[in-house]
């Protein structure tokens, strides 16, 4: 009996010059390397197989960030600590600071799906505001796919804590041309929704999950495979 063997076609996004080269991901497997030369500005770069590598750069790019202020922030600590030797033992714990850990304020979990591969966005407290990634939109929870039913200013996701320092995630249209939904419910442009963690959204061809901040992500996981069957 003869098996035909159905292709999947990818596409990756040349970092320089944004074209888009497709290739056959069945005859590779999870976690292998390859490298690519675009064919438009000849530019080389490498990706895994079942990962983003533009995510992983704007985290490591985040990493450094803080990494950067943790260390002028140390400085600082130090410099002061040199100009008043004198200080009294009262006033010595009144300095920042220097290594305060990031804080964890959620995650929203991109399932994949034909456009793009699974993605997990990192919130901040404020606005999150989540839309398809173009080179030179300024927006700060941007999504890496070519769904064109997803806006490059789509939706928003406010963080923020109440009197009892627990997260409260609310979410609203940008406005954009498609649609945010949860469940079958539309959101209207003047909707704030309150959202917890587990929320399934979907906006365009595209669904993310919002996986609260200290929450395991056993559940998102689960959720995200019940998607793709």
């Keep these: 009996m003869k ?4 292709s999947i076609v990818k596409r990756v996004r040349c970092p320089k010059c944004d074209n888009y080269i497709t290739f056959d991901e069945t ?19 490498g990706i895994r197989i079942g990962t983003s590598t533009l995510l992983k750069t704007r985290k490591q790019e985040k990493l450094e960030q803080q990494q950067d202020t943790q260390a002028l922030n140390a400085k600082n600590t130090s410099e002061q600590n040199v100009a008043a ?13 220097a290594d305060a850990p990031a804080v964890d304020c ?32 300024n927006i700060n929870t941007p999504i890496e796919t070519v769904d064109p039913s997803v806006d490059t200013t789509h ?15 609310t979410l609203r249209d940008a406005p954009s041309g498609t649609g945010t939904f949860v469940g079958n419910t539309i959101l209207r442009d003047q909707d704030r929704l309150r959202i917890d963690h587990g929320t399934i959204i979907t906006i365009g061809a595209t669904t ?7 929450q395991a992500d056993e559940e998102t996981t689960a959720v995200a495979k019940k998607q793709k069957r």
């Design 27 to 45: 005859r590779y497997v999870e976690g292998q390397t390859l490298v690519f030369e675009c064919p438009e500005c000849h530019r080389q770069f």
């Design 208 to 214: 993310l999950i919002l996986q609260a901040a200290g």
């Design 106 to 137: 959620g995650t929203v979990v991109v399932v994949e799906n034909v456009f793009h591969y699974r993605q997990e966005l990192p919130l901040q407290l404020g606005d999150n505001v989540l839309g398809r990634y173009v080179r030179g939109t």
């Design 85 to 97: 030797p004198d200080a009294s033992p009262a006033d010595a714990g009144t300095a920042p600071a």
């Design 155 to 169: 939706c928003v996701i406010n963080v923020r804590r109440d009197r009892m320092g627990r997260f409260i995630y």
């Design 3 to 6: 098996i035909d063997h159905f």
